[in-house]
């Protein structure tokens, strides 16, 4: 079995089962912990931060359920599993309360060991490849924002170095990077090829290096650059972490405190330029295909602002050249024949060098008149498959795809009459018979003495691709959100079960004393000198039977609810009897914490209609929330006349039957009373609940078309009032 890609902590302080246990494990995960107690798995949670923690209970110093709850306060996303011989309902609870992910019991089998290892395992590569998916498209958006602002920046104001410093601190803010610089290819008088660095941004708290004496110019063969250099000539991005690299190029990389690197090669059309590169100072980075390719982009536009200023500087000077010519040649009129060949021909050269710039574009570039194609730029060929003669003189609305031929139609025709640029997204077939995805920008030029529009297609399938794969990704994530509210559904029923659990423990308890004590007389008499009566015989089976059956009715009500929850289905049922499911299983927690208790019952119009164990679940709830309530008050004022009381009234109004519970309690404040239901809102400690109980409680009540509202004042009471239709035989 290949192993899992995850590490784990086992905490065991029984040395002979947590060495078994750990050779075990190394079998089923990449990295594995071990810790002899709860104080050494703290230490080495902290240190290594493994995904999975394994933990005995019961340990000396520290055991496993407060180890869990101080790594929970320093993680709240730590996922555990908990190992013990012992079954207490409080131990169960405290577990849950906690946010362990598992449960096993000793003596347990390696097959259920090994079979919970794997399910845990892979539902956190699950959750770390979905977060990771998530961060790299987030990344990639980020830097296409930063190109997009880059090409914008070119395009208004041409390249120059005082532009640099901007461009590269919205990209190392878009890649979340430490240095973000750009090196210049030159050569010495020697003819030996260096780099220098020409501009740099820097994370604040990070030291910049343009200064930086080692850095002015360094040389392409030097054993520092050199294998990172070959890569770039080759037009290869070059990364690296630098723990793994050979020990030269560790000490150069270090002396700048560079974790890992990213260098991208600029190239103007075939010659080399430079590149920019991207430093992390804090720890090692990897770099995803996608954000790869985002700054290959961006490398591409920032060669073609150069390539294009060049270009430009050319034309000036040729201009400038031209405006002397004619200067000079129009005062020598024995000479207008040679001056006119010469503008002519200064002409074309221009025209050439206009023409260079849109046959060497990134993106497709056409011009049409009345939507009629009049020529295209090799990229565009390239793009598509379709050569000049496929497209010269045919309607370019002819190679796109239906449903956008309408948007194109008015695309060129907004270019031509309002004589403002124009962007749209389309589909167009290739010659392979595929559509792609092309962003169409047009605007109007004059052409000939026409009006004409120029249009510019950029290739977006990929950009497509990731908004439908982001789509999906939320989609996801939506069902893994209904996934984990059904767990806390779960854990919800759980405590109830628990609350019962209790609550019936405590009824049996008293029995039980009589039915020992009871015994215990009978045989003292039955042994002694005296004889016994049949009459006092029957009469103390009578009372055993009374406890026995007592008993029996306590252990039937928590089987009932355990077996309800599971095939309880919605039908007419009696509220009354939900509520006084509910009330039997908090009553006796109530008597242990001296809560004075009044409950008065309604029972006309009792029937709705839903589950019945899902009311009784929510009074449950309710009433476990008014016990923390009072009993935290009385922690606080520490006055030993306070009384702490709960209420339950319920009664018909308007056809509807009405429960309030009340208590007084700490109260809620005001500015946390419109938050109660929402999902994981809580103002209790993180040892007293999860948030989940009141929206949980909320779902269910809505559900049978009721509703639940609170009215609290803060220090003096809480006051829920439940409404649910009452329900009539149709």
């Known amino acids: 079995m290949e192993k899992l890609k995850i590490s784990l902590l086992y905490v065991e302080d029984d040395a002979p089962i947590r060495e078994i246990q750990a050779r075990m494990l190394n079998e089923m995960v990449e990295t594995i912990y071990t810790a002899k107690d709860g104080v050494e798995g703290l230490e080495k949670y902290i240190k290594h931060k493994p995904d999975l923690t394994i933990t005995d209970i019961m340990m000396p110093r520290m055991n496993g359920l407060d180890m869990i709850k101080e790594i929970k306060a320093y993680d709240k996303n730590a996922k555990t599993v908990i190992i013990s011989a012992y079954d207490q ?110 501009s740099e941004w820097c994370k604040e708290g990070i030291e910049p290096q343009i200064d930086n004496p080692k850095l002015q110019k360094i040389y392409q063969n ?101 405006e002397k010519r004619i200067s000079e040649r129009t005062e020598e009129l024995s000479n207008e024949i040679l001056e006119r060949q010469s503008i002519e021909k200064d002409l074309r050269e221009s025209e050439e060098k206009y023409r260079l710039i849109i046959d060497n574009a990134n993106d497709g570039v056409f011009l049409t008149i009345d939507g009629i194609i009049q020529f295209i730029n090799p990229k565009l060929t390239e793009m598509t498959g379709y050569f000049p003669r496929d497209l010269i003189r045919k309607p370019f609305i002819t190679f796109v795809e239906n449903n956008f031929q309408e948007i194109v139609r008015e695309n060129l025709m907004k270019a031509t009459s309002a004589k403002i640029s124009q962007r749209d997204d389309i589909q167009i077939q290739n010659t392979k018979g595929e559509y792609h995805w092309y962003e169409i920008k047009s605007v109007t030029i004059e052409w000939e ?26 989609k996801e994530e939506k069902e893994k959100l209904n996934k984990q ?48 009566s049949q009459e006092y015989i029957d009469k103390k089976f009578n009372g055993f039977d ?37 009330l039997d299983s908090v009553i006796p927690r109530f008597k242990d914490a001296n809560i004075k208790y009044d409950f008065k019952i309604d ?22 929330n008014a016990r ?80 639940i509202s609170v009215s609290s004042k803060e220090g003096e009471y809480t006051r829920i009032i439940i409404t649910l239709p009452v329900y009539h035989q149709a």
């Open 449 to 474: 003495h026409q009006n004409a529009v120029l249009s510019i297609l950029s290739d977006i399938t990929e950009r497509k691709r990731a908004d439908i794969a982001l789509k999906k990704r939320l």
């Open 628 to 707: 923390q309530a009072v009993n935290k008050k009385e922690r606080e004022i520490k006055d030993v006349s306070y009384v702490k009381e709960i209420t339950i009234d319920t009664w018909n109004k308007d056809d509807n039957i009405c429960i309030v519970i009340e208590d007084n309690g700490i109260g809620i404040p005001k500015k946390y009373q419109n938050n109660i239901f929402d999902p994981y809102f809580t103002t209790k400690d993180v040892d007293e609940g999860t948030g989940m109980g009141l929206s949980i409680s909320y779902g269910l009540i809505t559900d049978m078309k009721g509703d």
């Open 546 to 582: 009374d406890d026995i059956n007592r008993i029996n009715d306590q252990v039937e009500n928590i089987r009932k609810f355990s077996r309800d929850q599971k095939y309880d289905n919605q039908r007419a049922f009696d509220a009354n009897e939900s509520i006084q499911a509910a």
């Open 603 to 624: 029972t006309r119009k009792s029937t709705s209609y839903g589950k019945r164990t899902n009311l009784q679940q929510v009074i449950t709830n309710v009433l476990i």
């Open 89 to 198: 309902t409080h131990i169960i609870l405290r577990a849950v309360d906690d946010g362990v992910n598992g449960f096993l019991t000793k003596p347990t089998t390696v097959k259920k060991f090994k079979e919970l290892v794997l399910r845990i395992g892979k539902d956190i590569l699950i959750e770390k490849n979905a977060i990771q998916t998530q961060i790299t498209l987030k990344n990639r958006e980020a830097i296409l924002e930063s190109v997009t602002f880059a090409s914008k920046k070119f395009l208004s104001e041409n390249y120059s170095q005082e532009i640099l410093p901007e461009i590269l601190e919205k990209l190392g803010k878009a890649t979340n990077a430490s240095r973000v610089y750009v090196f210049k290819k030159d050569t010495d008088l020697d003819g030996l090829n260096h780099f220098q660095q020409i």
């Open 485 to 532: 509210l059904k767990m806390f559904y779960q854990k919800s029923k759980l405590e109830t079960l628990g609350e019962l659990a209790a609550g019936t423990a405590h009824e049996i308890r008293q029995p039980l004393s009589t039915l020992a004590s009871g015994l215990e007389n009978l045989q003292n008499k039955l042994n002694g000198k005296n004889p016994v």
């Open 222 to 322: 030097s054993d520092e650059i050199k294998t990172m250099m070959t890569a770039l000539e080759k037009r290869e991005i070059f990364t690296c972490q630098t723990e793994l690299m050979d020990a030269t190029v560790q000490k150069f990389l270090q002396l700048q405190n560079i974790k890992s690197l990213i260098l991208i090669p600029v190239y103007l059309k075939d010659n080399w330029w430079g590149f920019f590169g991207i430093d992390e100072c804090d720890s090692p980075r990897n770099w995803s295909e996608p954000e790869t390719q985002a700054l290959k982009a961006a490398a591409n536009i920032f060669g073609a602002a150069i390539y294009r200023k060049l270009i430009s500087n050319e034309l000036e000077d040729l201009n400038e050249t031209l």
